[in-house]
């Protein structure tokens, strides 16, 4: 399997952007779909956002539209994720997944996700 290494969570002010990369141990597009993810403490992981395997059809969850931008690097075999207008509600770990195949009727459903990264701890504080 593809491994998933997230960095670039830290503190960051409201009103602030974060930029976090996900570096995979291979080139990955056109073998597997890619979502970023959050989880903030006592709640359920959520989906952020989706890029196909093969395809650049990006898909952002409705409460990060308009300030979410998700890119992908083939020749770093990176994708990254930039938040922008942080808030103290974005306050999660963050992580980033690979998953051969869609198999729910929700693309953001970290059901259809086998690798994840470690996460990145990202805190929105003054």
């Known amino acids: 399997q593809v491994q998933l290494v997230e960095s670039g969570g830290g503190l960051v002010q409201p009103g602030g952007s974060l930029r976090l990369s996900c570096e995979a141990s291979?080139?990955?597009?056109?073998?597997?779909?890619v979502g970023w993810f959050r989880q903030a403490p006592g709640k359920e992981r959520e989906g952020i956002s989706f890029?196909?395997?093969?395809?650049?059809?990006?898909l952002y969850a409705d409460f990060v539209e308009g300030r979410c931008t998700m890119s992908r690097d083939g020749a770093k075999n990176t994708v990254y994720l930039q938040l922008n207008n942080l808030t103290p509600e974005d306050t999660a770990v963050y992580y980033c997944?690979?998953?051969?195949?869609?198999?729910?009727?929700?693309?953001?459903?970290?059901?259809?996700?086998?690798?994840w990264g470690q996460g990145t701890h990202v805190t929105v504080s003054s």
């Open positions: 997944a690979a998953g051969r195949a869609i198999l729910t009727a929700d693309r953001l459903d970290p059901n259809n996700y086998n690798v």
């Open positions: 890029i196909p395997k093969g395809g650049s059809r990006i």
């Open positions: 291979r080139f990955i597009s056109g073998q597997y779909n």
